[in-house]
């Protein structure tokens, strides 16, 4: 016992050193840093462990820890050690991210205020006001796809081949065009990877580089975020706050629903009054809908 502690005791001190001098935000972020590594990478051969697998290791790193005090080889008097280690990684099978986790990810990409921020608020914007899906968002085009004068951007549905005008709520567009004015007029797929672009290739991202773009927002929030939770968690959204509305679930989803006796199905599009825009607002907001006529 005293051999593996002593093996390890530079591992114990980097990690609770910055706690030691009142930094425990460090010690977390050292914490939050193993746990992420080890679920996206941790293998030799590049493949994230096992989140059992990543339990067990996050509970030796704790026993580490706790035997150095106990010992004496690091001087630490306090006690209370920064819970995340007490916790396991985030269940893959949880449901979709509440509006707090969310607004937590737009607010991360805001302070950036550079080019990389600007195009990720803009994507989380777009599958989570408009619930749009990770591969509909990468399929958006410029200028061909976009259309600002009516605030509209065309997408390719998935399974389809015709692509779908979709309706951007005020502050969807006014991230569209803060992304476009750090982006440029470059045709061609509007999501593009910075890092390329700053080489002087500008290619687009692709649907698993905006995978791996929402899952690192969502570690650096402390959640486990895939794009289709996103989706999911904007549906979710104008659910409650229309409470339950089957009509403004299919406008958000884009989805048929049955209407009446006579066996129809029914559009949003049949009634101008329900939009998408409309639908999208209501996630944004975060308010109960009102009908025009109450405003």
């Not at 050690?81 to 969310?102: E, K, Q, T």
């Not at 290739?201 to 486990?224: F, N, S």
């Not at 339950?244 to 949003?268: E, P």
């Amino acid at each position: 016992r005293g051999e593996e502690i002593e093996g390890n005791v530079d591992v114990v001190r980097r990690i609770i050193g910055p706690c030691a001098e009142g930094k425990s935000a460090m010690t977390r972020m050292i914490l939050r840093g193993l746990t992420a590594w080890a679920l996206q990478g941790g293998k030799q051969d590049g493949d994230g462990y096992s989140q059992s697998q990543v339990r067990r290791l996050q509970s030796s790193v704790r026993s580490l820890m706790m035997g150095a005090i106990e010992c004496g080889i690091v001087d630490y008097s306090n006690r209370v050690l920064p819970p995340l280690i007490d916790h396991g990684p985030p269940a893959r099978n949880v449901r979709s991210p509440g509006r707090a986790v969310v607004m937590g990810m737009i607010s991360r990409c805001q302070q950036r205020r550079d080019a990389k921020g600007r195009r990720d608020e803009l994507a989380l914007w777009l599958m989570f006001a408009n619930a749009l899906r990770v591969g509909e968002v990468c399929s958006v085009e410029f200028p061909n796809g976009v259309d600002l004068d009516n605030g509209t951007i065309w997408v390719r549905p998935k399974g389809h081949h015709d692509r779908e005008e979709i309706e951007l709520p005020k502050t969807t567009m006014a991230a569209l065009d803060a992304y476009l004015t750090e982006r440029g007029d470059e045709p061609g797929a509007l999501f593009v990877s910075m890092d390329h672009r700053r080489c002087g290739k500008p290619e687009a991202i692709t649907t698993e580089g905006m995978r791996h773009v929402v899952d690192d927002l969502g570690q650096q929030v402390g959640a486990y975020v895939r794009p289709h939770k996103l989706r999911h968690a904007g549906i979710t959204e104008i659910t409650r706050l229309t409470n339950a509305n089957d009509l403004w679930v299919s406008i958000l989803s884009r989805h048929r629903v049955y209407r009446g006796r006579d066996r129809m199905w029914q559009r949003y599009q049949d009634d101008p009054i329900y939009t998408m825009r409309e639908a999208a607002s209501i996630v944004q907001i975060g308010r109960p809908w009102r009908h025009p006529t109450e405003r």
